[in-house]
């Protein structure tokens, strides 16, 4: 509860509204990570259907941009996100949030993932459940357990040292690992 209130107050003094409480794991992630949110995936496309290229305007518009699976680019013309699966490059002005990334992640603002592999470039970054340790390059980088940062404020809670500024790892998460299924291509 305390990571969320701190993370609640960094990402808001930056003008971003993120309720950490509300950040839920879908796709296939193994039990741990269901259990961090405390709920089970929602229905998500199967793993055999996959665009190559997906154009957002805002997380959910338009609505096919809200679940489902880009091997590829995702583009947001304002902002991106959605319950889905990108694994490739999702790059928007002001925020890039789907559910599950592997790969690169940017905007201007903030990036928030709730299973991420990969690197991560924007103001604020957010990581739920890092994958191969995520690399996050930001002024405010958070991620849950394991990762790479480097930043003005950079927190990773489930290590030795919880906060440190410029630059932060942890490579050992504290909980069991994660199983993380490939597309069917």
Avoid at 27 to 56: C, K, M, N, Y
């Amino acid at each position: 509860m305390g990571k969320n209130i701190l993370l609640g107050i960094l990402v808001t003094m930056l003008g971003i509204v993120v309720d950490a409480d509300e950040v839920r794991v879908y796709g296939p992630i193994e039990a741990r990570v269901r259990s961090i949110a405390g709920e089970p995936p929602q229905d998500l496309p199967p793993l055999s259907e996959w665009s190559a290229f997906q154009l957002a305007i805002a997380p959910g518009f338009p609505p096919a941009t809200n679940n489902s699976n880009v091997n590829g680019l995702k583009l947001g013309l304002l902002a991106s996100g959605g319950k889905g699966r990108v694994w490739g490059t999702e790059i928007s002005v002001f925020s890039s949030s789907t559910d599950n990334v592997k790969g690169f992640q940017a905007s201007i603002l903030a990036n928030v993932a709730n299973f991420f592999e990969g690197v991560q470039a924007g103001l604020v970054n957010v990581v739920k459940v890092g994958g191969d340790l995520p690399f996050q390059f930001g002024l405010v980088n958070y991620a849950e357990e394991t990762g790479v940062q480097f930043g003005l404020v950079n927190i990773l809670p489930d290590s030795s040292l919880p906060f440190f500024p410029v630059f932060n790892m942890n490579a050992a998460p504290s909980k069991a690992t994660y199983i993380q299924t490939k597309p069917n291509r």
